[in-house]
């Protein structure tokens, strides 16, 4: 039935080309050509073919940034939405732009391209989504409502709510059920109390900005808080602005916090500064020395400072204190199986052990095909990286190693398919140049 039901779609495709071919509209055409599932170089030349046909047209330098955009070359993606905005390509060529400056990080250039848009297409859901969250982000949280409101993301807009309206924000919590967490915070009576614990919340989640903004806020109400200034310096720290002061004042209030400490750490670990990290780590773990998280912390610095034996050993102990917590477990594998290349029994056991508990994670698959590729086990290693591709169709490196894989095999054809696959998904990765050099091989 679905095999059946493909088969009517690909002739439905052909045919729409066929015919346009057939009356002439070679242009359109190749804007068919591009919305198949064909490869983006396919896709690329057929937008070059497409351009000289009609050299006014706006729409394939769009479509060429929407490609771009997906394979993250920014740069390109940007210079094609911004031909495309200059030739009059309107919303889409506006929103394209706005999420490329988006995801380089340039906020403001993208707030004010997306209100470009916006002016164009005042009722386009799309764009006030897309406001919504950059300004939430940013932590201009009634302006984000404003947006979220023309939306029907009424959990996000709960979200957004929550430190400027927090009992309209516990009413529409009720649909959403992923923000059981939020509710709780929210029922908090004391202003200064709450706004911390969202703070918490929206770090917790990836929102930065917003949690900046609420620990501001939480701190005016409470300044002699160590853990508010050591989550407020976490915060600005992950966003690339200075928190120095805000982990001064942490010290400063109560030397012996420990997360102070903690953050501190991942604030010189995220710097290169490995020789600080270790130090605020090991401060950290004198006061709390069977906190998981801040042995997995001194582990990754014992990585990069070429200590494995000793990064294996807190991992190990990090394991054994929260043995069902994926992460630890995670960076045990790829410690022992990605970069010391081991496929022993312990190092396959760890690994198991991710299976067992998250079957659906592609991680585990993919790590345990990589043990077996080491192993020369072949069949093993195709079976969980074609598992892992099944799971997470898009991995550079499950691709890369399948490559491998089929290459060892014998089959020099598919391996240089999948070679190629990874070049084209993740051209500026380490795994697309792994994948040239073994193409060539």
């Not at 990080?105 to 403001?108: A, F, L, R």
């Not at 009413?171 to 009720?174: G, K």
């Not at 509710?183 to 918490?200: F, Q, T």
């Not at 294996?312 to 102990?317: A, G, T």
């Given at each position: 039935?679905?095999?059946?039901?493909?088969f009517?779609?690909?002739?439905?495709?052909?045919?729409?080309?066929?015919?346009?071919?057939?009356l002439?509209?070679?242009?359109?055409?190749?804007?068919?050509?591009i919305s198949?599932?064909?490869?983006p170089?396919?896709?690329?030349?057929?937008?070059?073919?497409?351009?000289?046909?009609?050299?006014?047209?706006?729409?394939?330098?769009?479509l060429?940034?929407?490609?771009?955009?997906?394979?993250?070359?920014?740069?390109?993606?940007?210079?094609?939405?911004?031909?495309?905005?200059?030739?009059?390509?309107?919303?889409?060529?506006?929103?394209?732009?706005?999420?490329?400056?988006?995801?380089l990080?340039?906020?403001?250039e993208?707030?004010?391209?997306?209100?470009?848009?916006l002016?164009?297409?005042?009722?386009?859901?799309?764009?006030?989504l897309?406001?919504?969250?950059a300004?939430?982000?940013?932590?201009?949280?009634?302006?984000a409502a404003?947006h979220?409101?023309?939306?029907?993301?009424?959990?996000?807009?709960a979200?957004?709510?929550?430190?400027?309206?927090?009992?309209r924000?516990m009413?529409?919590?009720?649909n959403?059920?992923?923000?059981?967490g939020?509710?709780?915070?929210?029922?908090?009576?004391?202003?200064?109390?709450?706004?911390?614990?969202?703070?918490?919340?929206?770090?917790a989640?990836?929102?930065?900005?917003?949690?900046?903004?609420?620990?501001?806020?939480?701190?005016?109400?409470?300044?002699?808080?160590?853990?508010?200034?050591?989550?407020?310096?976490?915060a600005?720290?992950?966003?690339?602005?200075?928190?120095?002061?805000?982990?001064?004042k942490?010290l400063?209030?109560?030397?012996?916090?420990q997360?102070?400490?903690?953050?501190?750490?991942?604030?010189?670990?995220?710097?290169?500064?490995?020789?600080?990290?270790?130090r605020?780590?090991l401060?950290?773990?004198?006061?709390?020395?069977?906190?998981?998280?801040?042995?997995?912390a001194?582990?990754?610095?014992?990585?990069?400072?070429g200590n494995?034996?000793?990064a294996?050993?807190?991992?190990?102990?990090?394991v054994?204190?929260?043995?069902?917590?994926?992460?630890?477990?995670?960076?045990?594998?790829?410690?022992?199986?990605?970069?010391?290349?081991?496929?022993?029994?312990?190092?396959?056991?760890?690994?198991?052990?991710i299976?067992?508990?998250?079957?659906?994670?592609?991680?585990?698959?993919e790590?345990?095909?990589?043990?077996?590729?080491?192993?020369?086990?072949?069949?093993?290693a195709?079976?969980c990286?074609?598992r892992?591709?099944?799971?997470s169709?898009?991995?550079?490196?499950?691709?890369?190693?399948?490559?491998?894989?089929?290459?060892?095999?014998?089959?020099?054809?598919?391996?240089?398919?999948?070679?190629?696959?990874?070049?084209?998904?993740?051209?500026?990765?380490?795994?697309?140049?792994?994948?040239?050099?073994a193409?060539?091989?």
């Open positions: 039935m679905i095999r059946g039901a493909k009517f779609i690909k002739a439905l495709f052909l045919l729409a080309l066929s015919l346009n071919l057939a002439g509209y070679r242009e359109q055409a190749f804007i068919y050509l198949c599932p064909y490869s170089a396919v896709a690329l030349r057929a937008l070059e073919e497409a351009r000289e046909l009609n050299p006014a047209s706006p729409l394939p330098f769009i060429e940034g929407e490609i771009y955009l997906r394979q993250g070359l920014y740069d390109y993606a940007q210079k094609a939405f911004s031909i495309a905005t200059e030739m009059g390509g309107g919303v889409r060529a506006l929103t394209g732009l706005g999420d490329v400056l988006f995801a990080g340039k906020m403001k993208a707030i004010a391209t997306w209100h470009r848009a002016e164009m297409a005042p009722y386009d859901s799309a764009l006030h897309r406001l919504g969250r300004l939430l982000r940013e932590g201009k949280f009634q302006a404003f979220l409101e023309e939306t029907e993301d009424q959990c996000l807009l979200l957004t709510l929550a430190p400027v309206s927090p009992f924000a009413r529409l919590t009720e959403c059920p992923e923000l059981e939020l509710k709780s915070i929210l029922s908090i009576s004391d202003e200064a109390v709450r706004l911390s614990e969202l703070g918490k919340f929206y770090i989640i990836g929102e930065y900005g917003a949690a900046r903004a609420v620990l501001e806020k939480a701190l005016e109400l409470q300044p002699e808080s160590p853990e508010g200034w050591a989550f407020l310096g976490y600005l720290s992950r966003l690339g602005l200075d928190p120095s002061h805000a982990f001064a942490t400063q209030l109560d030397y012996t916090f997360l102070g400490h903690y953050f501190l750490g991942l604030h010189f670990l995220s710097r290169g500064d490995v020789e600080k990290a270790k605020e780590f401060y950290a773990l004198t006061i709390e020395p069977s906190n998981p998280y801040f042995l997995t001194l582990a990754e610095a014992e990585i990069r400072s494995y034996q000793e294996e050993n807190r991992l190990k102990r990090a054994e204190l929260a043995p069902k917590e994926l992460s630890f477990r995670l960076s045990l594998a790829e410690l022992q199986i990605a970069t010391l290349m081991r496929s022993d029994q312990e190092a396959l056991e760890n690994v198991r052990k299976l067992e508990l998250y079957p659906y994670d592609p991680r585990g698959w790590l345990v095909g990589i043990a077996h590729y080491y192993a020369n086990r072949l069949d093993l195709e079976s990286l074609r892992a591709l099944e799971l169709s898009d991995s550079p490196r499950a691709l890369y190693y399948l490559g491998l894989v089929y290459s060892l095999k014998g089959d020099k054809g598919k391996g240089r398919e999948l070679y190629r696959r990874v070049q084209e998904i993740a051209p500026s990765s380490v795994w697309a140049q792994r994948a040239y050099w193409e060539r091989r």
